[in-house]
C-alpha cells in the first residue's frame, strides 16, 4: 500500500485545535467567556447525573420531561453563545440567550428531582412549544 511504497510517512498525531481564531479553543473557553463555561460545565453535570438515575430508577419508559430537559441543554450549550460572545457579534442578545436556555434547564430539572412529574410535564410542553427542536431526541438512549 501507500505506506510500504513510502507515498505517505504513517501515522500523524494532531494536537487539540479548532476551526476557530488561532485555531485554538480561545473563541469558546477564553476569558471574555469564562463564566458561560462554568455555568456549562455545572449544567452538563447535572444533565449526567440526572440521566444515570432517570436510568438507574426509572422504568424504561420515555420521559417527555426528561426529553425537553435534555433539549433544554443542547440549546444552553450551544457554542453559538460562547462565540457571538468572544466576537462581540450580539454579545448581549447571545448572553441573553444562554441565561434563558439554562434558566429553562434548571427549572425543569429542579421538577424532576423533587418528583412533581405532572407539573414536569406541564413545563416541558410548554418549553417544547417554544424550543423544540430534535423532535425524536430520546433521553433513554444517552
Known amino acids: 500500500g501507500a505506506l510500504d511504497s ?25 476569558n471574555a467567556v469564562a463564566d ?7 449544567l452538563q453535570g447535572r444533565l449526567l ?3 444515570d438515575k432517570a436510568h438507574d430508577g426509572g422504568d424504561g419508559r420515555r420521559d417527555p420531561a426528561l426529553d425537553q430537559l435534555v433539549r433544554s441543554a443542547l440549546l444552553a450549550l450551544s457554542s453559538d453563545w460562547a462565540f457571538m460572545v468572544t466576537k462581540d457579534t450580539a454579545a448581549h442578545y447571545a448572553r441573553q440567550r444562554h441565561l434563558g436556555h439554562h434558566a ?4 425543569l430539572a429542579d421538577l424532576i428531582a423533587s418528583g412533581r412529574g405532572p407539573q414536569a410535564e ?5 418549553q417544547r412549544t417554544v424550543d423544540g427542536p430534535f423532535a425524536h431526541l430520546d433521553a433513554r438512549l444517552l
Open 122 to 126: 406541564r413545563v416541558a410542553h410548554a
Open 6 to 30: 513510502g507515498a505517505v510517512e504513517g501515522r500523524v498525531d494532531l494536537e487539540s485545535g479548532s476551526w476557530g481564531s488561532g485555531k485554538d479553543w480561545r473563541v469558546w473557553e477564553g
Open 49 to 51: 447525573d440526572m440521566v
Open 36 to 42: 458561560l463555561v462554568a455555568e456549562n460545565d455545572s
Open 104 to 107: 429553562d434547564f434548571h427549572r
